[in-house]
């Protein structure tokens, strides 16, 4: 499969699974009567902002008179539908592409606390990127290796520099399998393992995201491969130990972007290779003086030889390659740690680190930058001595893949400097070129709006450690008490969260359950960090039906009277024979009980929200020739009422599979 077949349709794959996930919880979600309504949302939007301030597609609701809710829902059927058509038909169109990210762009932005998580941030990145990438590859090809290299280096930087002991001691799995979110049952298994099993994969995944990131972005086809098996071998094993929905899927996706090359074999058809690599060469004598002349430190110098170096020695032979990936890894070994028959794998400390990374971003930042001007330069060169076509044609191609030179560098201008958290000085790393000024001031402006480029980074303080060093998890567990019996409590069963510990952990990804994941982090929090908690409480007292639907809670036929909340710690049990799969111990009261009181109501009233459930309009879309949309959002609703989501997913995957089939049959 060539390069842009494989990411356009790993693109179309990751926004189907995302944005299914979320049609199917918008109603408890953010819809009318739901956790955080985007409609409260957005009318406090209207009141201070306008569409040039706030760009979003749910402009349109207002355009189109339709109500907020009915508008959002069709939009996600429109992306779903978009979606569909790249994965099932192999559609590269860069309109699909738009509309896609237009629909995830409104999810994301509209969807407050349920929606703030990295990896919402990287589909947008990713899928930004995408709309350029069918009609320039090799230029974008570059920025989707920024983009993952950047969110692996990131990942185990941020773990060091945050200062955790327990990544610098590599006792962090001793934690990091029953602290997942919602852990899988494997979790429970791994949580078994031998302390020294547990170090020594831990050494893997420090040594894989903080060096081996560096190999995703090395000039060499072979030292890419590698460092791309590295990060997809680190993903499976995180994947089947915690429900991490698509993002573990996305980010391998975006790793094996590095064992292409950067254009598809068939593109060269029209030159011999001999004329291929005759033309590097002299495109390489062409972009020297160029080059060197912009460049103002012995950093920058040593970026542009890298960035050539990678385009003359592509297609090197395998020994070549082979000895460019044996010298990567002792050379980023060493300088990071020093000689590695003397130094222990675990000495890396944040005052080495920081060290280390003032040494290398300096030629990292100009490497990556150079690299997208060389190869579009190249494919300019390419276009007017590799073809056949008139000179008109010619000219156009030229300023055409010019033109995306351009948009790519500034994409990657604002991607790499999105890496503040590691490497507070990188602004100044971006070399002195004409329009550096221009790119720099507006690009935190433009992505402020479209969010096209984001820092990333999990897990950096390791949670669920006791204050003696034990295991000891945050999970909030619910109670509701009746008129009948006010003084019996009884547990309140979530579908997903951690809860009754007998209940074994689900099997849930790719889908993400909003309110269960985000549970995890009130337990973090309190009642003025997680007010949405407050609003969920009163809804299940209230008998939302949508909430209920989102978050599973069955009462079993009893009205509650009040609803509170207790933090416990939770760990997993350690026994094989053993009948439960946790352990718990109440901590402190985290939320009161609470009825729909006075307190309550006005508690909510200044966050926007009603105590009351909503009622729907007679009439949602009251704009001429509008009332199939409405329709459409109801046939779609009634059509999947019944089927969970895992199920949506399997007769997804069973109708591209079947087009599939029929696109190569015809």
């Known amino acids: 499969m060539h390069a842009r077949n494989f990411f356009i349709i790993a693109t179309g794959a990751v926004y189907l699974m995302a944005m299914v996930s979320y049609w199917v919880q918008f109603p408890g979600v953010g819809g009318a009567d739901g956790v ?111 983009t993952a290299f950047k969110i692996f280096f990131m990942s185990g930087a941020l773990k060091v520099l945050s200062g955790c002991p327990t990544w610098t001691s590599l006792t962090a799995l001793k934690y990091h399998y029953a602290s997942q979110c919602i852990p899988t049952p494997l979790a429970w298994y791994a949580a078994l393992l031998p302390e020294w099993f547990e170090k020594l994969s831990l050494a893997f995944v420090m040594w894989s995201q903080l060096f081996g990131s560096f190999m995703l972005i090395s000039p060499f086809l072979m030292v890419r491969r590698v460092g ?82 990678g385009l003359v020695l592509e297609r090197s032979f395998p020994f070549v390659q082979l000895a460019g990936t044996v010298a990567f890894i002792v050379i980023t070994y060493t300088s990071a740690y020093g000689s590695p028959l003397q130094t222990p794998v675990n000495s890396v400390t944040t005052a080495t680190l920081q060290v280390w990374v003032k040494k290398v971003m300096p030629i990292v930042v100009p490497y990556l930058l150079t690299t997208v001007v060389v190869r579009g330069v190249w494919s300019v060169i390419k276009t007017v001595t590799c073809t056949s076509k008139h000179m008109v044609l010619v000219l156009l191609d030229s300023l055409h893949t010019a033109a995306m ?15 503040r958290e590691v490497y507070k000085n990188v602004d100044r790393a971006v070399p002195k070129w004409p329009g550096r000024a221009q790119v720099m001031a507006y690009k935190d402006v433009y992505n402020q709006k479209l969010h096209v480029a984001s820092g990333y980074g999990l897990f950096r303080v390791m949670t669920g450690v006791g204050d003696n ?111 439960a799969w946790w352990t718990s111990k109440p901590v402190r009261q985290w939320l009161p009980p609470i009825t729909v009181s006075k307190d309550v109501k006005n508690f909510l009233s200044q966050r926007g929200w009603s105590a009351k459930l909503a009622k729907k309009p007679a009439n949602s879309c009251r704009g001429p020739h509008t009332s199939w949309i409405c329709t459409t959002v109801a046939t779609a609703r009634a059509s999947a009422a019944g089927l969970g989501v895992l199920h949506l997913y399997a007769l997804l995957l069973l109708a591209i599979a079947t087009t599939r089939r029929l696109m190569v049959r015809l």
């Open 36 to 146: 955080e309504p985007v409609g409260v949302f957005w009318k406090r939007v209207q009141e201070r902002s306008s569409f040039e301030a706030t760009p979003n597609l749910l402009w349109g609701a207002e355009h189109l008179n339709i109500e907020v809710d009915d508008y959002y829902e069709w939009c996600l059927l429109v992306g779903i539908a978009s979606a569909f058509l790249i994965c099932g038909f192999g559609a590269t169109s860069p309109v699909l592409l738009m509309i896609c990210f237009a629909v995830y762009h409104m999810v994301v932005t509209t969807g407050q606390s349920l929606l703030s998580f990295q990896w919402d941030y990287l589909i947008l990145e990713t899928g930004f990127a995408a709309i350029f990438y069918p009609s320039s590859r090799s230029q974008f090809t570059w920025i989707l290796r920024i």
């Open 228 to 309: 791309a098996a590295f990060q997809i071998f680190s993903m499976i094993g995180i994947q089947a130990t915690g429900n991490y929905n698509w993002f573990n899927i996305h980010s391998g996706c975006l790793a094996a972007m590095a064992c292409f090359y950067d254009e598809d074999e068939d593109e060269d058809d029209c030159c011999e290779e001999a004329d291929v690599a005759d033309y590097k060469r002299r495109a390489v004598l062409v972009l020297i003086p160029g080059l060197v002349f912009f460049t103002s430190t012995v950093h920058e110098v040593a970026a542009v030889f890298l960035a050539l170096l």
């Open 469 to 579: 060093g034990e295991v000891a998890v945050p999970v909030l567990v619910f109670e509701y008490n009746t008129e009948v019996d006010p003084m019996k409590w009884k547990e309140i069963q979530f579908r997903y969260a951690v809860g009754d510990v007998n209940k074994s952990p689900p099997w849930v990804a790719p889908h993400q359950p909003r309110v269960d994941w985000r549970l995890w982090f009130a337990a973090l929090g309190n009642t003025r960090t997680d007010s949405w908690v407050v609003h969920m409480v009163v809804k299940l007292l209230r008998g939302s039906r949508p909430v209920l639907d989102v978050t599973g809670v069955d009462f079993k036929g009893d009205r509650p009277l009040s609803i509170k909340a207790t933090l416990y710690h939770y760990n997993f049990t350690k026994d094989y024979n053993a009948t």
């Open 405 to 419: 030179t351009c948009i790519a560098l500034a994409i990657a201008v604002t991607s790499l400097t999105a890496m």
